[in-house]
């Protein structure tokens, strides 16, 4: 079956214009291609077609142990990747129960937090460059840039990061990496403020995007939409919220939410959840120094890599790599559904255990490929260049949308 | 509402037509019959309060005679977050289940998603179309019947791709 849009008999008649935006577009910021259907400026009609990167990871990860699925998690939402993995990481802590110790939970959050923050930067900084103002996106990608530091210093990789392990972190945070993190909270405020005066009040940057791209609460719900697009709705579901995991229950902060879900109302929320972002990461500095600084992992031997020191000298520690190396450990028979809040919406995991090496099945709920499917909606009867502002204003992931 | 009111709920309500009632890791998890998954999934919308679906999928369990198929449904009530699965079982031979897109926009690619790689035909889909794979394919990769390929093999070359 053909997905184009056909033209009737005797097309003579026809008065609309099909176009291809995409696959490869330089205004759709990845591989999304829609075939709109266009009445001069306006779309009548639009079809998006997905698929164009998909790799099979369902499929992949049920050969795979458990440790070897995080890198196919980095690959998803590829903006943030450490939401990523340690939500695939907290998803096998639920299937064992694993209890993580505090300090590890609340680093966890300054990582994830870091990594929102570098993934409403791109996403905000790129609403600005599509309505033609290119300055804040230079002003904000200094400061992603800073933040991939910090990820290099603890992890030592920056976009596909496969940060931590399950049950903790692969070795501890360094001096320096607090460092870096201290510099970034006391920088990146003032940048942020400069980012929000050249665009929250500013009059051409408004009448762009007011009233663009707008769904209303009940529609948005309907089609499943979560993270900053559903709360610029109203809607103030938060997953860090509903359903608190990793200590983010003994933080202070507020859920920010919109009134008319329009991309200015999203950029908005984004603004604001970034503001959120540091205040965590703040009270997650302040909070770890109630602990042992030398915590970095729960005590899971079964699943926790040994140090490599200790795998030469300790019969132990030899015994638990080869089994977890080989995929050995004892994982329990269960279904488990466990989600995180990522940087774009409710991101979830639903992992059914048969008590082998791998999974049985894993299946990702990925945000942006549940709430794409509205983007027809969304852009019937608006204007082309609006359309492309929707798409930016949306967050959608290439990676993600297609897994 | 706690899971032991809502199950009480839904056994009044379709007697049978629900079965299996479990909570693994706390998680409300219910089977309906093939038949009756539009009428639940009615009754969890319009009077239980779950608006919003969280997650459709499909697993493939081949040793399960009849059954080979699972629809899994993951519903949350958005106002507190509760949530709730559902699974309905199909043979493989016919793998009919009504769709769930008149009362969740949400199932719509979730469907085709199911479809694509499944093969669950969801009956009144308004596209049933495949979705990530290629219209041309004539099988559903992930169920179980399609290992993946042996890593050992060493008939391909492996001096320009590193295998």
Known sequence: MKQNIQLPEGSVGKQTTTLNLGPTHPATHGVFQNILEMDGERIVDAIPTVGFIHRAFEKIAERRAYYQITPLTDRLNYCSSPINNMGWHMTVEKLIGAELPKRVEYLRIIIMELARIADHLVCNSVIGVDTGAFTGFVYVFEFREKIYEIFEEICGSRLTTNIGRIGGFERNFTEIAFQKINQFLKDFPKAMKEFENLFNRNRIFMDRTMGVGGIDAERALNYGFTGPNLRATGIDYDVRVAHPYSGYQDLEFTVPIGTTGDVYDRFLVRNEEIWQSLSMIRQCLEKIKDHDPAIFHADIPAFYLPEKQDVYTKMEALIYHFKIIMGETEIPVGEVYHSVEGANGELGFYLISDGGRAPYRLHFRRPCFIYYQAYPEIIKGSMLSDAVVTMSSLNLIAGELDA | ?163
């Open chain 2, 1 to 163: 509402m706690n899971n032991e009111e809502i199950k009480q709920q839904l056994s009044t309500k379709f007697g049978n037509a629900v079965s299996m009632f479990e909570e693994p890791y706390g998680l409300l998890t219910f089977t309906c019959e093939t038949d009756s998954n539009l009428k639940v999934l009615n009754f969890m919308h319009d009077e239980l309060g779950f608006h919003f679906l969280n997650d459709l999928t499909a697993i493939h369990y081949p040793e399960q005679k009849d059954k080979e198929l699972a629809v899994v449904y993951l519903f949350q009530n958005i106002r507190t977050g509760q949530r709730v699965r559902m699974k309905v079982f199909v043979p493989i031979s016919k793998p009919d289940v009504y769709t769930a897109t008149g009362v969740y926009a949400t199932a719509n690619w979730l469907e085709r998603e199911a479809y694509d790689f499944f093969g669950v035909n969801f009956v009144g889909h308004p596209n049933l179309i495949r979705i990530m794979n290629v219209e041309e394919m004539d099988y559903h990769p992930l169920r179980k019947e399609y290992a993946l390929e042996d890593q050992s093999r060493t008939d391909k070359d492996d001096d320009m791709f590193g295998r």
